[in-house]
């Protein structure tokens, strides 16, 4: 890890899967404003989580900003 991501705060993502906790969430939208290209709304505002792969320092923040802390970092399904 760099020096510049250490002393900002970035750190590496766990192995792993962005994932939505469908019960936990309120439905703030605030993923789908920070992840755009990962995370679309619904149309009750409730994310829809896309194929592309998140930029992972964009998907911390939105992991760190979810008030309902209805965003984690999963396994990756065994196939």
């Known amino acids: 890890m ?3 991501a250490r002393a900002l ?3 590496r993502p ?8 469908r019960i936990a969430c309120t439905g703030h939208g605030i993923c789908a404003q920070v992840l755009p ?3 679309v709304p619904d149309e009750w505002g409730y994310p829809v989580l896309t194929d592309s792969e998140p930029d992972a320092a964009l998907a911390i923040e939105a992991i760190k900003l979810c008030p309902a ?3 984690r970092w999963v ?5």
């Open 2 to 4: 760099s020096l510049t």
């Open 9 to 11: 705060g970035i750190g």
């Open 37 to 39: 290209e990962k995370i």
């Open 75 to 79: 396994a990756p399904p065994v196939r």
């Open 14 to 21: 766990p192995s792993g899967v962005l994932a939505v906790d």
């Open 69 to 71: 802390a209805a965003l």
